[in-house]
């Protein structure tokens, strides 16, 4: 199985600074087929199940503000919100879809500073 | 518009058994492996199932394997989770996902509470 590691579990940001959070997988999740990432990234708010915001390690979901962004590739991704605002507070996950089972990170929650 | 409905959660004792159902739209559903992942109250995010577009491949997180039976009904475009000798551990909120289209897609989930 894949293993997905999460880092840092928490992270306290000011309004309008920016929140890094990385995840690395203890093995490639780049296609060589379609040179593609398989990776995506959640959000997630008490009560409410995990809202997709970003696919195939960079592809912004539709709506999601364009303050969220990916990057990465192989083993090594990023997950950046530019500006925190107050309705960013939430947990973030990172999941693997390259193969089955799927898998995920451990979960890194963001609060305001 | 792709959608995945979820449905079929409930209390139930532990022992007991459910039957999850997850209804798509929106796609070609015949076409996609299916996926069932759930969340246990205040933990992270864990694969329970997946099924292959025939229904002909099913595979099993250890932790269900021989108490959950996945399927699927393609003329229905419905995906199944037999669910039998529950536990208290299998409290959770279930959502089925497809991760074979452009865009990953999840359902909003079905809470299981298993309690006596």
């Known amino acids: 199985d894949i293993v997905m590691t999460q880092s840092p579990d928490s992270l306290a940001v000011s309004l309008g600074e920016r929140a890094t959070i990385n995840c690395k997988s203890s093995?490639?999740?780049?296609?060589?087929?379609?040179?593609?990432?398989?990776l995506a990234w959640y959000q997630q708010k008490p009560g409410q199940p995990p809202k997709l915001l970003i696919y195939w390690a960079s592809t912004r979901e539709s709506g999601v503000p364009d303050r969220f962004s990916g990057s990465g590739s192989g083993t090594d991704f990023t997950l950046t919100i530019s500006s925190l605002q107050a309705e960013d507070v939430a947990v973030y996950y990172c999941?693997?879809?390259?193969?089955?089972?799927?898998?995920f990170g451990g979960g890194t929650k963001v609060e305001i500073k | 518009e792709v959608q995945l409905v979820e449905s079929g959660g409930g209390l139930v004792q532990p022992g007991g058994s459910l039957r999850l159902s997850c209804a798509a739209s929106?796609?070609?559903?015949?076409?996609?492996?299916m996926h069932w992942v759930r969340q246990a109250p205040g933990k992270g995010l864990v694969w329970v199932s997946h099924i292959i577009s025939d229904g002909s491949r099913t595979k099993y997180a250890d932790s269900v394997r021989g108490r959950f039976t996945i399927s699927r009904d393609n003329a229905k475009s419905t995906l199944y989770l037999q669910m039998d000798s529950l536990r208290a551990e299998d409290t959770a909120l279930y959502c089925c996902?497809?991760?074979?289209?452009?865009?990953?897609?999840w359902g909003q989930g079905t809470l299981v509470t298993v309690s006596s």
């Open positions: 996902a497809t991760f074979g289209m452009a865009t990953p897609t």
């Open positions: 093995q490639s999740v780049l296609s060589n087929s379609n040179n593609k990432n398989y």
């Open positions: 929106g796609f070609t559903f015949s076409s996609y492996g």
């Open positions: 999941q693997q879809y390259y193969n089955t089972p799927l898998t």
